[in-house]
Every structure is written in C-alpha cells, then in structure tokens.
C-alpha cells in the first residue's frame, strides 16, 4: 500500500514538474518583450542618424510619434508662407531690408529639436549644414517683387544649469536679453516648442505685433493664435500618438506581430518606415484660419480596440521624460491612460525631472512583472541605456 501510494506521488511531481518546465518555456524572456520608444525617436541631435542598434533591440520594437522631420519642414513653411503673403514694409521693422529672426532651440540633446531648427533654416535659406546653435548663413525672400535678406540674429539651446532644456524661463530671459540687444532688428520669433514662444511673448517689454511661431498648438498656444500673438504652429496630433501607442503594445502582447500590429482604424494620417522600424503621425499647421476646425476636431478616437486575443490585464512600465513637460505631461500622457484603461493595460509610470535619464534609469526595477515597456527618453542619445536596464 505505501509503496503505491509513493509509486502515485511520484506520478503526481512528475506530471507537476513537466507543467512547470513547459510554463517556464512559454514565459517570454524580458529580452523578447516588446518595447516601443515613442514621441522621442532614439537618435543622435548632432548627426541627425536615427539609432537603429535600439531599435533593433528585438522583433517587438519600434518607435511611434510625430513625423519630427516632417513637422520642421512644416513650420518652415508656414514662416515662409506668412511672409510672403505678408506686407513686408511693415513686417521689416527698422526699414533695413532685412528679415531679422531669432530662434528659440529646445535641446541639444534630442533629434526632434534638431529636425525643427533644421526646417526652419532651410525653408529661410539661413541653413549652413548643421543644426547646432549660431551655425547659419544669410539667405533671401522676395515678398512683393523686393528681395529681402534673412538673418538669423541669434539662436539658442533653451537649458538652464541645472540641465532642463525646453526651459520656458531660460526663454524668458533670453528674450529680455535678445530685446535690449536686437531691439528693432528682430522681425519675428521662431520657436522650437509653443511654451518657449509664450513666454518670449510675456517677456517685459515684448513689441506687440512681432509674429511668433511655434509647435505643439497646446491649449496657451491656441489661445495666443486667437488673440493675434502668434501667427501659428504645428500640431503633432498627440491623441492620435497616444492611440497609435497603446493599441501597438496591446496587439504585440497579444501575439499580432510585424507590421500587422501597426494596422488600425484610429489613423489614416500616418506613414510606417519599414527601415527605421518607426510609425510617423503625420502634422498639421494651426492658424487662425483653421484654428475653429482644428479645435472641433481634437476628440479621442473611437477605432481603438483589440485585433486579436483576450484583453486580460497586462502590465507596462512606462517613463515620462519630464514629468512637468507641458505637451508630454499634460496632453500625450493623460490620452496614453485613456487608451491604456480601454486596452486594459495597467501602467506603471516612472517620472523624469527633464535634466538627465539617470533619474529614471535608477527607478527601473523589478522588470520581470511587466508584459511590455514604454520609453520616452530625455536623450535620445540613451536608447541602449534602457535597454540594458529591461533585460
């Protein structure tokens, strides 16, 4: 009788052990799990190379945001377009025939600053190969039969000491500083971001009537474009990033892999580049001519839903880059919940200061829990420094 009840019991371990060794086989290794950079595409400012070595981390990684390069040509447009349907006598304010512009620079350190500063300057002519700040030449517009040159008078990288880049307050100053030197020579105001634009535009002593330009179109910058303070900026259609993001994640969970997880009915306004594994929401330029449509228009999407497999609960550790970030933190991040709760994906958010990824980097722990991750890089130079830190 013992002996066949031990005979049953070894039964019964064997059976045990054998489940376990098959779960331990079908668990995905964090290595395999699925990651998707988005609104900060991994790559280097100063050379414009996107960093493939990241986002060939697996099979299961991309970057989702906003057509950065795309957007820069767009702005640069929307200048050109702005004077040349402009009267230039009034617009060139000392009468010295030249177009003088100053250019608020959000970062040194992120390849989408380096794509708007990069199409302002080439649709301006002032583009002298690079990016960097004060690294420009003179070029040329003509605006009713006159040439008019165009001059970059001065260009800076919006950081304070502490490291914070996109500073609003470092614009601020900067403004004080461009006015009291430039004073009448500065024809209009171009700007990397819309907080940097605003607050050149609340600087003590700002002229009114300087056109302003920005990017984001963020709910200030809207409300600046109906009142006549900036002529206008470019959305980079957060909600639709949001959406692309978080229905990405839960289909690559779920087994839809490739560009199959890409597939949706959220957005039709959206390229996927196959060699740089990279999923581009396309911009639109905001003016006070369409500024009534686009605010109608800015709602979530409703074709947010799951393409294959059961929508149980799954766990994401996400980073925000900057957790006081006007357009991460208060418009990408909120649509990334309301997305995440529809695709029951439970979130774990790690918040960054804007200055450095070590703060973030350090507060990854505990990775086997998470099903997939999220990364919005403060460099975006530092894609395999997350990487590292998920394996």
Not at 31 to 48: C, E, L, M, S
Not at 289 to 302: A, Y
Not at 311 to 326: D, R
Request: aromatic fraction near 8%.
């Amino acid at each position: 009788m013992k002996r066949n009840i031990f005979l049953i019991l070894c039964v019964v371990s064997s059976l045990f052990c054998s489940c376990s060794k098959k779960n331990a086989e079908i668990r995905i290794a964090n290595k395999d799990k699925p990651v998707i950079f988005y609104n900060r595409q991994p790559g280097n400012a100063f050379t414009g190379k996107v960093d493939m070595a990241s986002l060939n981390h697996n099979a299961d990684t991309f970057f989702v945001g906003s057509d950065a390069m795309g957007g820069g040509a767009m702005q640069g447009s929307l200048v050109v377009d702005f004077l040349l349907g402009s009267d230039a006598e009034k617009i060139d304010r000392n009468k010295d025939g030249v177009i003088g512009y100053v250019l608020l620079i959000g970062s040194d350190k992120q390849i989408d600053a380096d794509y708007r500063t990069t199409g302002v300057r080439k649709a301006l002519g002032t583009w002298n190969g690079s990016a960097k700040e004060k690294d420009t030449k003179d070029g040329s517009i003509k605006i009713g039969g006159k040439v008019y040159q165009v001059q970059e008078l001065d260009s800076r990288v919006m950081k304070d000491k502490s490291g914070t880049a996109w500073n609003a307050k470092m614009a601020s100053e900067m403004m004080a500083f461009w006015l009291w030197k430039y004073k009448d020579s500065i024809d209009l105001v171009i700007s990397n971001n819309d907080s940097m634009a605003i607050s050149c535009i609340n600087t003590k002593g700002f002229p009114k009537g300087i056109p302003v330009f920005g990017y984001d179109a963020n709910d200030d910058a809207l409300k600046a474009i109906e009142k006549g303070e900036m002529v206008g900026s470019i959305s980079q259609s957060f909600d639709y990033q949001a959406a692309m993001t978080m229905l990405m994640m839960r289909n690559l969970i779920d087994g839809v892999h490739g560009e199959d997880c890409i597939k949706n009915d959220v957005c039709s306004e959206y390229s996927y580049n196959k060699d740089f594994r990279s999923v581009l929401v396309q911009n639109s330029a905001v003016t006070k001519e369409n500024l009534d449509s686009f605010k109608k228009n800015v709602k979530h999407s409703n074709g947010v839903k799951v393409i294959d497999g059961e929508a149980t609960e799954k766990k994401i550790l996400m980073t925000v880059y900057n957790e006081n970030s006007f357009f991460t933190a208060q418009q990408l991040v909120p649509a990334m919940k309301y997305y995440a709760e529809i695709l029951n994906l439970n979130l774990t958010i790690i918040n960054g200061n804007g200055r450095n990824d070590s703060l973030i980097l350090q507060k990854i722990n505990d990775v086997n829990e998470y099903d997939g991750f999220l990364i919005n890089l403060v460099s975006t130079t530092q894609g395999r420094s997350y990487l590292e830190r998920i394996r």
